[in-house]
């Protein structure tokens, strides 16, 4: 089965740091798409990241500019999303979401891609900033 686990959130200050950390397991790091969603209550999830791999990276985007920042280490199966200066607003749950580079590699344009597109999700690490 393909399991994705978040860590790392929790409480930070306005202006500090978090990062966050998908292990994936039962899925190959070699093809594949994976991405950072955020989620407030009642609203749809958000993408904020996302690096698409098809024997290179073909797609590598941070929409929430100059703060968030997604990274992956191959070999430990590790998806990571640096959060930056981080502001009250932030506080939401993140999620991490696979699914195979080639499922959304001529989907990707400039903008955010649907939830939908996901096969895969991690059940979410809070985050909470304090003003």
């Known amino acids: 089965d393909v399991r994705l686990v978040e860590s790392g959130g929790g409480l930070a200050q306005a202006g500090g740091s978090l990062m966050l950390s998908c292990v994936v397991s039962?899925?190959?790091?070699?093809?594949?798409?994976v991405a950072w969603f955020r989620q407030a209550p009642g609203k749809e999830r958000e993408e904020v990241s996302c690096?698409?791999?098809?024997?290179?990276?073909?797609f590598h985007g941070d929409f929430v500019k100059d703060r968030f920042t997604i990274s992956t280490n191959n070999v430990e199966s590790t998806a990571y999303l640096h959060l930056n200066n981080l502001k009250p607003k932030d506080t939401d749950v993140f999620y991490c979401?696979?699914?195979?580079?080639?499922?959304?590699?001529?989907?990707?344009?400039?903008?955010?891609?649907?939830?939908?597109?996901?096969?895969?999700w991690g059940q979410g690490t809070q985050v909470a900033v304090a003003s």
């Open positions: 039962g899925f190959t790091f070699y093809a594949y798409a």
């Open positions: 690096i698409v791999n098809v024997d290179v990276t073909i």
């Open positions: 979401a696979a699914t195979w580079g080639r499922a959304v590699a001529d989907k990707r344009g400039d903008g955010r891609l649907s939830s939908l597109y996901w096969n895969y």
